[in-house]
């Protein structure tokens, strides 16, 4: 800026001590001035404040991505980085009055050295002030000995509340999160525990955070969710802050808050003279999410650690080509309270490209128009590599002194201009209209700046409003609110409840819920607290509603209800969709127990009881007509008048459901005697070649039954049934649902009793000389493939030799092959991939 012959001072103190305030009056109180601030947000809440006090002619707004400068422009309020500060080669724009606030972010590992230049170079002609912790008071003096110290105290006390509950926390809070996903979940959080919440972070555009912060203001919502730029100095009524973590990524690493950035956004509680509280969520039982006694000490007293050094990067750059123009900014600082910064994006992309040798050699103009479009700010946070290709696009296009074309531009603001979507993509397509409306801001890169600014505010004005509505409705319930006030005026007992034939419930003009089954919910964007009103004001009128669904429901005929998997697979007997129970392990393979839904828990004791012998009156039924003989053969394992061979084929059998490898039972099958026989043959069992098994057990329906009650038996999903009426089945099946009728051969799953008519076929054939064993037409109709046919002939005791099969002596089995399996499917799709 101009020569520098004014005043200058330095206004240090804690947050809320109306630093920026002062500034401001001292701004208008010039013929011109200048002030930098920290965030946009922030340049914005000011430029309409000074808009109001001297009129939109006088006053210029210049941000990255938003620039106002009236002709008659006065007063400027900018961003640190758009401050138009002298550069080289440039003659330095005259102001009357300079300030740059939260000088401390020198400290910044990011941004730091920004504020550094600007409290160091940025001057008015008659005044400059700079803002600040008290932290930076010796900084000051040994940099800036000429400059005036100025302490501020804070107006009122901030004192150290302790941990608390979400669900307890007062009215008026703002809650600070350092992550968007943990601002969403605690907005979420209090929708439904206080009724909503306000959100503000930083990535929003200044009208959806005003738009925001005015609910807050208004009382619409009693709570604020923030991130950390709370702490540079919005203003609200917060009379409680509360950290819902004391640890923030910082762009390099996890790192805990320092008490300095503790204490600029505890300072946001209380406001002029009324005292303020802070303190912690106990959200993660963490001991690195509480306050220490020294950090608490220090916030309340104001006590900090005073700055050593500040971030610094040359500003005196040499654009004589890329290679210099690095060179000069990785220059380091004589001054050993100016430490060198760390690589910002801007160089990390410059250096990015400067390994292409075409851009290496670019000298003066065209080194000065690659640094520019290096400063592009990365919105989109998608990391240097990726930015680096959006910047050299850039650069192919104005670096010999040329247009960005318009078509391109046009087409990824066009493609951003939609406002469907949720929270995060609106939030998303803002970020990406920002990189687009910073470049709208360079007159010297497109052919008609002005026209796509004006293009790229309409995009982000409609994005922003966009994203205010789905905030609102997701975290907000005007509704709900509304209606509990009325409810208390009024009283419960005085508001009609109706519940409509698709089962919505209303209280008054106002639907609260809908009734599914039995179960009533509310609409989950009311408040906690309306809940159990509307709650108890909705049940005691569903009460009668409730009692005649539970009588139809007992007067009901068998086909009303249906077997279910619910959505995880689990097995439920179900109404119209609605899960009345679920099924569980009961004494028996065929006696599962009835386990009834929680919504039935409404019901009076007796009706429920009722319901529920109807509901296992029905299952008894189902069983008994889908799996009659594998209920049969369950009895005969008891029947004291059978056999023991007898029972204990049936009762292994009727265990596993009705099927068996036959290596399993082999011990007990040669035991039997001819009259065992013919009884098992009377129970339905055939004592196949290869497998023992029920053939009525392998219709469809039979299987779902037999699926169903295993997986009930074994705690788990209902496995994936095969076709109904499949031959075979690919190696892809689901085993656990093939295993129920299916033996696995290789790449294919024949089913048992088509393997066992082959298998019967060769057993026949070996005693009728020149009869080949295997059944061709069968196999082949069945679509069997070679190596299946091989396994299958293997597993029945033949081997081929050229092209003929021949007999070979059976190995006598291993002990461990007489022993029943004690899982079910997995065994048997064990036992049949040997």
Request: with cysteine.
């Amino acid at each position: 800026m101009a020569g520098f012959d004014g005043i200058l001072r330095a206004i240090l103190g804690p947050t809320n001590t109306g630093k920026t305030h002062l500034a401001i009056e001292r701004m208008c109180a010039h013929s011109s001035g200048v002030i930098g601030f920290p965030l946009r947000l922030l340049a914005r809440e000011v430029y309409d404040r000074v808009v109001a006090m001297k009129g939109a002619n006088q006053v210029a707004l210049l941000t990255g991505e938003e620039r106002i400068v009236p002709p008659q422009a006065r007063y400027y309020l900018c961003t640190a980085e758009s401050m138009p500060v002298a550069k080289e080669g440039e003659e330095a724009r005259d102001f009357a009055f300079a300030a740059i606030d939260e000088a401390q972010l020198g400290v910044d590992p990011e941004r730091g050295h920004v504020f550094t230049d600007r409290m160091l170079r940025a001057r008015g002609r008659e005044e400059t002030l700079i803002l600040g912790s008290d932290s930076l008071r010796p900084i000051i003096r040994e940099l800036l000995p000429e400059a005036e110290i100025v302490s501020r105290p804070r107006f009122s006390t901030l004192r150290f509340a302790g941990g608390t509950k979400l669900s307890r926390l007062p009215p008026r809070s703002a809650i600070v999160a350092f992550s968007a996903e943990q601002v969403y979940a605690l907005a979420e959080m209090l929708r439904r525990f206080k009724g909503g919440a306000a959100v503000v972070m930083g990535a929003l555009s200044p009208s959806t955070r005003n738009a925001q912060v005015a609910m807050f203001q208004r009382g619409e919502v009693d709570y604020l969710v923030a991130t950390d730029a709370i702490g540079m100095g919005l203003n609200m009524d917060v009379t409680h802050v509360a950290f819902a973590g004391l640890e923030k990524f910082d762009g390099r690493r996890d790192r805990r808050l320092t008490i300095a950035e503790m204490a600029q956004i505890a300072g946001r509680a209380g406001r002029h003279q009324k005292d303020g509280s802070f303190g912690t969520m106990g959200l993660s039982g963490d001991e690195g999410a509480s306050f220490t006694d020294g950090e608490i000490a220090a916030i309340e007293e104001h006590r900090f650690r005073a700055l050593d050094s500040l971030y610094w990067r040359n500003a005196d750059l040499d654009f004589d080509d890329v290679r210099t123009l690095i060179m000069s900014l990785e220059t380091k600082s004589d001054n050993s309270l100016l430490r060198s910064a760390p690589e910002a994006i801007d160089l990390t992309v410059l250096k990015l490209l400067a390994q292409d040798p075409a851009l290496i050699v670019r000298r003066e103009v065209q080194a000065r128009r690659l640094w520019a479009v290096c400063g592009l700010p990365d919105f989109r946070k998608v990391g240097p590599m990726h930015h680096a290709r959006m910047v050299r696009r850039l650069f192919s296009y104005i670096g010999e002194g040329g247009h960005i074309p318009h078509e391109w531009f046009a087409a990824e603001v066009s493609r951003l201009d939609n406002v469907a979507g949720d929270i995060e993509a609106l939030a998303d397509r803002l970020a990406g209209v920002r990189s687009w409306a910073y470049i709208a801001q360079r007159s010297d890169w497109l052919a008609e700046p002005a026209k796509w600014a004006e293009r790229t505010r309409g995009v982000e004005a409609r994005l922003s409003d966009a994203l205010h509505v789905r905030l609102t409705q997701r975290f907000v319930d005007r509704r709900t609110a509304v209606l509990v006030r009325d409810i208390g005026a009024r009283g419960a007992d005085a508001l009609p409840v109706t519940v409509s034939a698709d089962g919505e419930v209303s209280v008054g003009p106002e639907p609260i819920g809908h009734l599914a089954g039995f179960e009533f919910t509310v609409d989950p964007s009311a408040r906690l607290a309306d809940k159990r009103l509307l709650l108890a004001a909705a049940e005691r009128r569903l009460g009668d509603e409730l009692d005649r669904r539970a009588a139809s429901l007992i007067r009901a005929t068998d086909d009303e209800f249906a077997l279910c998997a619910d959505d995880q697979g689990f097995l439920t007997v179900q109404w119209e969709g609605h899960v009345l129970a679920r099924l569980a392990a009961g004494r028996s393979l065929l006696e599962p127990a009835l386990r009834t839904a929680r919504p039935l828990d409404r019901l009076s004791a007796e009706r429920r009881a009722a319901l529920r012998r109807r509901l296992e009156t029905w299952l008894e039924r189902q069983v008994e007509r889908h799996l009659r003989p594998l209920q049969a053969l369950a009895r005969a394992a008891t029947d004291k008048s059978s056999s023991a061979g007898v029972r204990a084929i049936a009762a292994m059998l009727a265990d596993s459901s009705g099927v068996l490898p036959r290596k399993a039972l082999l011990s007990a099958i040669g035991g039997l005697e001819p009259v065992d026989r013919r009884a098992l043959y009377t129970l339905g069992v055939r004592l196949g070649p290869l497998d023992v098994f029920m053939p009525a057990l392998i219709k469809p329906a039979a299987q779902q039954w037999r699926a169903a009650l295993i997986a009930v038996r074994q705690s788990q999903p209902l496995p994936t049934l095969p076709p109904a009426g499949a031959s075979t089945l690919s190696a892809e099946a689901d085993p656990r649902g093939a295993a129920l009728a299916y033996r696995r051969l290789g790449r294919q799953w024949l089913r048992i009793d088509l393997a066992d008519r082959l298998a019967s076929h060769a057993r026949q054939a070996r005693s009728i000389p020149g009869q080949t064993p295997l059944d061709s037409r069968l196999a082949t109709s069945l679509g069997l493939e070679d190596d299946t046919i091989a396994r299958l002939m293997g597993e029945i005791g033949f081997t081929k030799s050229g092209d003929a099969w021949k007999w070979r002596a059976r190995r006598a089995p291993r002990p461990s092959e007489h022993a029943p399996p004690s899982n079910h499917f997995a065994a048997l799709a064990g036992l049949k991939r040997r």
